[in-house]
């Protein structure tokens, strides 16, 4: 599901042979909003990917409450290439470009709530193969509240400028990419006792 | 295949950058239909995944009967994506929209049947990894039965009322989604056994 | 890929809602080849999955000549959607339809042939965990050429008959979906292999 | 994700029923370029499918890094059909032609690169269920960055001749199916190792 919502993000690329200029001209004219809007979704929609496939991997018990808030966190991720399609059309100028990018920062504020209440569901009743110690459950919790204060944020942010609201979205792409050091307690761990497993991402 | 389904749901969105008023008009006016159709389709059809999943996972022996009955019941969650844009393209008013829902109730009364099929196989012949005691057998089938009922009467509802029928298959998805209590037999031992494997839903 | 594929044939429905006439008259006058030309092409990729499914959990070795024989094999099964639209588009009349259904036909002799060069692939050097007797090898691959003579000769029928070539096409499907007998000898012994294996078909 | 990149490929067939010549005429003359790109983008992205697969079963640890690896070749590996599209929508002729190859041969660049990352991971820190002995590290890379020169070859011909840097691209892909040589160090040894696991390529 996540493979084929992120293999459609690129849907969005159309060239047209007559009346738009040369292929060059709309490679680096036409398609950047496109191209932009397309990496950060790429990268937004991996990040929770590889964090969903990480946290799954944890999980030692599978009922219907988890498949359902599966459904929940991907009822937003499948939005995305739509999200991501509309931001590309208004190319980040003007009134309606600022509410793409609001539009676009809600969808991620879904993805990130979904992928929060499948975390929060792994923390009980020793749903994990490898429990997380009690004292990492509120920095954790806290780190999801964090990120859920920034997609708020951005929305107003993108309300008001929609380059900016953007760049905030693309800020917080970098910033999960880099940010996975070795010593951040949740995902290390998560690390440790991934490495049992074999598995492919396909 | 569920996947895939579920994922081409969303691409019914499209927004026009000129001649359809702004952005914000367009999400909340012109899109509304889609949005409506999308949830019920989005829920209708991850009831039935979950449902194929739990369901899967207690089968003991595959043989290709069961191969081809899953293919019975993917050729209507196949079709699923297309009787959901044209209930979002009828807008719910006019004979157009009726015809429109009624051909979206049949779809799910086939994805239904096709699940029922599944389950009637299941009950024999030892073919569950923890059988079904006999005495469960025909309150399950009542249940199939009645889910049938309802989708042939929200058929007829729709014939008459476009808004009536599609509520009716609106008021379906919500009681599938509230319903699975613990209490109840056939899914309850399914979610207790289920609790042994380990899986991902992507 | 098979899901993919399968799925992506539903593609080709589309409603207008204007100009067309009602929606009652589109379905049962406008889309009708294109209901039927995805019937015979969801069977015949169906026919074609459960088999490879069946054939491939047999398979104890997996090398990179089996890797590009099944390259082989998906080549066709990825042209099928845009086959099965083109004959959908001519509507089974006149000399383009004669062309389109040759076509068809062509691309399932294509997936026959690919689907019989992984299955010689199987019979040798012990690839099979449950070797299929030598005396068995023979009467298989008369099958197989059969059903290719079956395709070419659809090929044939279609240039002069469109009707005609697409009906042959439609009575292979359903005679594959109905001979498979307990008593034929290959499929027979995979489906009692195939009883120690748990899988899912999503 | 292969497997809808790839399926996705043939969406760029199209037939248009009036003003564009019989069928015959279209498949043959409007439609060549579209199936020559196709077929390279096909065997390409299948190349490298089977190259991931079998590197990807020799893993013994698999980590966020590795996620993330697969994330940046991925990346590549959706922008290939509109890639493809773009090479056939400018039909090998003119200076958007040269542009559009160039363009695509970047792609198989990106996509080479990042697999190139892969190996690079798997070859460190007993990553690898059986170590490549060190001195096979180099002939290894050294085969990468050779590849690597190749694509960079291929864009500059591009630029020059359309045609010659589509034809230095098809050889490649020909050359990659041949060339799986039992000789061959590294991919002889994933070959031995392979045999012992069962999977499907679905």
């Excluded at 792409?173 to 991402?201: L, S």
Aim: hydrophobic share 55%.
């Amino acid at each position: 599901m996540f493979a084929v919502a992120i293999t459609l993000l690129a849907f969005d690329f159309t060239i047209h042979r007559t009346g738009y200029g040369t292929l060059a001209y709309q490679l680096t004219h036409d398609l950047w909003p496109s191209f932009l809007a397309y990496l950060v979704s790429f990268f937004m929609i991996g990040i929770i990917w590889v964090n969903h496939h990480v946290l799954i991997r944890q999980i030692a018990v599978v009922d219907r409450t988890l498949l359902f808030l599966n459904l929940g966190l991907l009822m937003f991720v499948v939005l995305i290439p739509f999200a991501t399609s509309t931001v590309a059309t208004y190319r980040l100028a003007g009134a309606d470009a600022r509410v793409s990018v609001a539009f676009y920062a809600a969808m991620f504020l879904g993805m990130s709530a979904g992928f929060g209440a499948i975390f929060e569901w792994t923390l009980h009743e020793n749903r994990r193969e490898q429990p997380l110690p009690a004292e990492a459950h509120w920095p954790a919790r806290i780190r999801f509240v964090g990120g859920g204060v920034v997609y708020l944020l951005s929305i107003g942010v993108a309300l008001l400028n929609a380059v900016a609201g953007f760049a905030v979205l693309a800020l917080v792409a970098v910033y999960y990419i880099v940010e996975r050091t070795p010593q951040a307690p949740a995902p290390a761990q998560d690390e440790a006792a991934g490495t049992a497993g074999n598995t492919t991402a396909e």
